[in-house]
T-cell receptor, first 113, second 114 residues
Framework: KAGVTQTPRYLIKTRGQQVTLSCSPI?????VSWYQQTPGQGLQFLFE???????NKGNFPGRFSGRQFSNSRSEMNVSTLELGDSALYLC????????????FGDGTRLSIL | GNSVTQMEGPVTLSEEAFLTINCTYT??????LFWYVQYPGEGLQLLLK?????DKGSNKGFEATYRKETTSFHLEKGSVQVSDSAVYFC?????????????FGQGTILTVHP
């Protein structure tokens, strides 16, 4: 069974640009969650999608947005990039997103110059 | 709000030593608890879980028991190997409307020497 796939693995952008990250969940999983990992703040929850609907959102500015498609694949978008957005962005999927274990991808490393 | 506190690291051990990584939590209701491990350059892998009080999660020689009275979920292993060197994260899902949200501890770096 294929795991969670995130693309691209690495991205380099400059301040002010925007970026889109992609996540393909494990087959049959309908819940996709996104996290930001930085050395200073650790792992922080961004948002969760289930059946194309955002059900939960963390404390991030509106520049961070996402969506989910009918095949459960998800994208995350960050607009007007800032230096502080440099991080590892992790996607995780689970069957229905309750207290079930989440399965993580290897992440997208975003660097802002 | 919900929070998870892990023992400060890093932790350095010799091969075959006993491992304990402390984890305590604050949450309303009855959270589910998890331990994840992260190897360099990779995402997080689920190590074990427990969904109710007194449950013991176990996997690959690692164990943790959900202790509601002490709000703890300490990770233990009787004999560590060099290959266990990684970062370990304790996490909780608070249930209810916490859809798909894991709250993580700050992580504990474990280094095992031969």
């Amino acid at each position: 069974k294929a795991g969670v796939t995130q693309t691209p693995r690495y991205l380099i952008k400059t301040r002010g640009q925007q970026v889109t990250l992609s996540c393909s969940p494990i087959s049959g999983h309908r819940s996709v969650s996104w996290y930001q990992q930085t050395p200073g703040q650790g792992l922080q929850f961004l948002f969760e999608y289930f059946s194309e609907t955002q059900r939960n959102k963390g404390n991030f500015p509106g520049r961070f947005s996402g969506r989910q498609f009918s095949n459960s694949r998800s994208e995350m978008n960050v607009s007007t990039l800032e230096l502080g957005d440099s991080a590892l962005y992790l996607c995780a999927s689970s069957l229905q997103g309750g207290n079930q274990p989440q399965h993580f991808g290897d992440g997208t490393r975003l660097s802002i110059l | 709000g919900n929070s998870v506190t892990q023992m400060e690291g890093p932790v350095t051990l010799s091969e075959e030593a006993f491992l304990t990584i402390n984890c305590t939590y604050t949450a309303t209701g009855y959270p589910s608890l998890f331990w994840y491990v992260q190897y360099p350059g990779e995402g997080l892998q689920l190590l074990l879980k427990a969904t109710k009080a007194d449950d013991k999660g176990s996997n690959k020689g690692f164990e943790a028991t959900y202790r509601k009275e002490t709000t703890s979920f300490h990770l233990e292993k009787g004999s560590v190997q060099v290959s266990d060197s990684a970062v370990y994260f304790c996490a909780l899902n608070a249930g209810g409307t916490s859809y798909g949200k894991l709250t993580f501890g700050q992580g504990t770096i474990l280094t095992v020497h031969p």
